[in-house]
C-alpha cells in the first residue's frame, strides 16, 4: 500500500510560480513511477507529468511543457511539481498518482492523494 499526501497549492497571480509537494509512505513507493495530474471543474482529469521510478526519466504534457518540471527525491519519499510562469488555465486541483506502469493515461495508477488546489488569477 502506497499513501499519498499532496501540499503547496494555493492562490497566484498569472507569471508566477508554485512548488507541489507530494509526500509518500510505504516501502514499495520508490519502485512506482510517479505522475501529477489535474481536473479542473466540469473538464475530464489531465495528465501533467510523470516521472520513472529511476528517478531520471520524465515527461510532461505539452500543455505545460517548458513551464513545468516533476523530479523526486527518494531519501524523503518526496514528488514535487515545480511551475512556472502559471496561467489561469492552469487552475486546477493537481493530483499526485503512483503506478506500476509508466503511463500518461490515469487509469493506470493505483494510488491517489486527495489533492491540492491551485488557483490562478489573472
Known amino acids: 500500500q502506497v499513501q499519498l499526501v499532496e501540499s503547496g497549492g494555493g492562490l497566484v497571480q498569472a507569471g508566477g510560480s508554485l512548488r507541489l509537494s507530494c509526500a509518500a509512505s510505504?516501502?514499495?513507493?520508490?519502485?512506482?513511477?510517479a505522475g501529477w495530474f489535474r481536473q479542473a471543474p466540469g473538464k475530464e482529469r489531465e495528465f501533467v507529468a510523470r516521472?520513472?521510478?529511476?528517478?531520471?526519466?520524465?515527461q510532461s504534457a505539452d500543455s505545460v511543457k517548458g513551464r513545468v518540471s516533476i523530479s523526486r527525491d527518494g531519501a524523503k519519499n518526496t514528488i514535487y511539481l515545480q511551475m512556472n510562469s502559471l496561467k489561469p488555465e492552469d487552475s486546477a486541483i493537481y493530483y499526485c498518482?503512483?503506478?506500476?506502469?509508466?503511463?500518461?493515461?490515469?487509469?493506470?495508477?493505483?494510488?491517489w492523494g486527495q489533492g491540492t488546489q491551485v488557483t490562478v488569477s489573472s
Open positions: 498518482a503512483a503506478g506500476s506502469s509508466y503511463s500518461s493515461d490515469y487509469s493506470q495508477y493505483l494510488y
Open positions: 510505504g516501502r514499495t513507493f520508490g519502485s512506482y513511477t
Open positions: 516521472i520513472h521510478w529511476n528517478g531520471r526519466t520524465t
